[in-house]
């Protein structure tokens, strides 16, 4: 998700062992736990929440399948998979031969 490597997480605990000192470190670290866990428990409120009020059809909804990406992609696939279900297309016209023309359509 965010590409980080090794290199750069030593980097960021020698940063932060730099600014926040030795001492303080532990305490900063278990914070930071505590707020992305409460960050996960929030998310996952909103997301039971939100399958409640939608009802029995979305119950399997996640909030990944919000993300317009993932729609657009969706939608690519299904038009993908239309097309190859598509019946032949209608052969060619003859020299001076007339397309049809259906008075309903137009």
């Given at each position: 998700?965010?590409?980080?490597?090794?290199?750069?997480?030593?980097?960021?605990?020698?940063?932060?062992?730099?600014?926040?000192?030795?001492?303080?470190l532990?305490?900063?670290?278990?914070?930071?736990?505590?707020?992305?866990?409460?960050?996960?428990?929030?998310?996952?409120?909103?997301?039971?929440?939100?399958?409640?009020?939608?009802?029995?059809?979305?119950?399997?909804?996640?909030?990944?399948?919000?993300?317009?990406?993932?729609?657009v992609?969706?939608?690519?696939?299904?038009?993908?998979?239309?097309?190859?279900?598509?019946?032949?297309?209608?052969?060619?016209?003859?020299?001076?031969?007339?397309?049809?023309?259906?008075?309903?359509?137009?």
């Amino acid at each position: 998700m965010f590409d980080v490597g090794l290199l750069e997480l030593a980097v960021i605990a020698l940063v932060a062992v730099f600014v926040f000192g030795p001492e303080r470190l532990p305490v900063m670290a278990k914070q930071a736990g505590l707020m992305l866990r409460k960050a996960r428990q929030m998310a996952n409120t909103a997301r039971d929440e939100l399958r409640s009020e939608l009802g029995p059809e979305y119950s399997d909804l996640e909030l990944r399948d919000l993300d317009p990406r993932n729609i657009v992609r969706k939608h690519i696939i299904e038009a993908m998979e239309d097309e190859e279900a598509r019946p032949a297309p209608q052969p060619e016209l003859a020299e001076g031969q007339l397309p049809p023309y259906d008075v309903d359509a137009t």
